[in-house]
Antibody, heavy 117, light 112 residues
Framework: EVQLVESGGGLVQPGGSLRLSCAAS????????MNWVRQAPGKGLEWVSY????????YYADSVKGRFTISRDNAKNSLYLQMNSLRDEDTAVYYC??????????WGQGTLVTVSS | QSVLTQPPSVSGAPGQRVTISCTGS?????????VHWYQQLPGTAPKLLIY???NRPSGVPDRFSGSKSGTSASLAITGLQAEDEADYYC????????????FGTGTKVTVL
């Protein structure tokens, strides 16, 4: 069974940093591209970042470019999102999602990031 | 900001048929990229409902169907059931420089 479990969310002050993790199991992690998608409270889904299976290709949404860094460790079956210079508008539930043919076929349960003073 | 436009809400009585539209542009749906649909039940993570415009993952009832034409796509739910009350999002790929994966604005389906 495919499982994606996010962790690392919490309350952080504006300008602060946070590192999210996503532990994958039930599939060959190193064979799949992965993404982070977020959802602000009461709002819709917003794609955040993409990383290819070998980490050779990385994309970011304009809203986080230069502040967030996506990475992965295929030996540990883990995906990460380093978030720096956090802003109020980064408050959201962050989901990791497995990608297959340009869609997201499995999602984690999400981790809440709250940016507030 | 969302690049794909959906109606904010649709509603129907149990057993009825409802449709949700998803309107894009020449850089995403109109460029030939597939449309995918997700169902988000209250308080849960999104779940893939339709992929590749009209394909259902294993376990998704055939009450759900998708189609695509030009710069738009549609999700239809026939035989509406109480458990279908949820938020639905379309998603595609965008070839513009500012976005890669784009989602619709989301549609709340209410079962009357």
């Amino acid at each position: 069974e495919v499982q994606l479990v996010e962790s690392g969310g919490g309350l952080v002050q504006p300008g602060g940093s946070l590192r999210l993790s996503c532990a994958a199991s039930g599939f060959t992690f190193s064979s799949y591209s992965m993404n982070w998608v977020r959802q602000a409270p009461g709002k819709g889904l917003e794609w955040v970042s993409y990383i290819s299976s070998s980490s050779s290709t990385i994309y970011y949404a304009d809203s986080v470019k230069g502040r967030f860094t996506i990475s992965r460790d295929n030996a540990k079956n883990s995906l990460y999102l380093q978030m720096n210079s956090l802003r109020d508008e980064d408050t959201a539930v962050y989901y990791c999602a497995r990608e297959r043919h340009l869609n997201f076929d499995y999602w984690g349960q999400g981790t809440l990031v709250t940016v507030s003073s | 900001q969302s690049v794909l436009t959906q109606p904010p809400s649709v509603s129907g009585a149990p057993g009825q048929r409802v449709t949700i539209s998803c309107t894009g542009s020449s850089s995403n749906i109109g460029a030939g990229y597939d449309v995918h649909w997700y169902q988000q039940l209250p308080g849960t993570a999104p779940k893939l409902l339709i992929y590749g415009n009209s394909n259902r993952p294993s376990g998704v009832p055939d009450r759900f169907s998708g189609s695509k034409s030009g710069t738009s796509a549609s999700l239809a739910i026939t035989g509406l059931q109480a458990e279908d009350e949820a938020d639905y999002y379309c998603q595609s790929y965008d070839s513009s420089l500012s976005a890669f994966y784009v989602f619709g604005t989301g549609t709340k389906v209410t079962v009357l």
